[in-house]
T-cell receptor, first 113, second 109 residues
Framework: DTGVSQNPRHKITKRGQNVTFRCDPI?????LYWYRQTLGQGPEFLTY????????KSRLLSDRFSAERPKGSFSTLEIQRTEQGDSAMYLC???????????FGQGTRLTVV | KNEVEQSPQNLTAQEGEFITINCSYS?????LHWLQQHPGGGIVSLFM???GKKKHGRLIATINIQEKHSSLHITASHPRDSAVYIC???????????FGKGTHLIIQP
């Protein structure tokens, strides 16, 4: 399968713990996006990378959130000191360049208890 | 007011009916996307358009740039079309997508 892959698919964690999600984009895509979707809402933009450079961050991305794409391939999204409000689906998407069709992963569903 | 508004929020129809989902936006865009999200979260991109009309199988997407409005039509609807349909825009001068809240479509046999 050469689509966008996200791991894990589901994560349950206790409040205060750190979690890390991984996204493997389509290999030739240089743009990678992270979105967050809460129940009943459309996804919201968090951040995006062009190759290894993080070019834009939403104000939704508090200091507890950090994203990396060290070699311009896979990306990680880490949430430190998780809160119950962080419970959401975290979606990753990739595209070949700006303005082209985005391909989405299956998402990582985070539940903070 | 959200920058991307969809209507209706929920739609239940009988198999075979012609379905229309509407999307209005209030910002300048470079492209509009229609996405399909199934239970479990996976999102599939259906269309990306910046003008006119696109067709793929039983799905048709139109956009009117002057009116800042787009519609997604499904002809001969089928229960497997049941999903959340999301309108999203790529804003001019920015990157990433701005999403509507989605339309939850149920097609009953």
């Amino acid at each position: 399968d050469t689509g966008v892959s996200q791991n894990p698919r589901h994560k349950i964690t206790k409040r205060g713990q750190n979690v890390t999600f991984r996204c493997d984009p389509i290999s030739e895509h240089n743009r990678l996006y992270w979105y967050r979707q809460t129940l009943g809402q459309g996804p919201e933009f968090l951040t995006y990378f062009q190759n290894e450079a993080q070019l834009e961050k939403s104000r939704l991305l508090s200091d507890r959130f950090s994203a990396e794409r060290p070699k311009g391939s896979f990306s990680t999204l880490e949430i430190q000191r998780t809160e119950q409000g962080d419970s959401a689906m975290y979606l990753c998407a990739s595209s070949s360049f700006a303005g082209t069709k985005a391909f989405f992963g299956q998402g990582t569903r985070l539940t903070v208890v | 007011k959200n920058e991307v508004e969809q209507s209706p929020q929920n739609l239940t129809a009988q198999e075979g009916e012609f379905i229309t989902i509407n999307c209005s936006y209030s910002v300048g865009i470079s492209a509009l996307h229609w996405l399909q999200q199934h239970p479990g979260g996976g999102i599939v991109s259906l269309f990306m358009l910046s003008s006119g009309k696109k067709k793929h199988g039983r799905l048709i997407a139109t956009i009117n740039i002057q009116e800042k409005h787009s519609s997604l039509h499904i002809t001969a609807s089928h229960p497997r079309d049941s999903a959340v349909y999301i309108c999203a825009v790529t804003r001019g001068g920015a990157d990433g997508l701005t999403f509507g809240k989605g339309t939850h479509l149920i097609i009953q046999p």
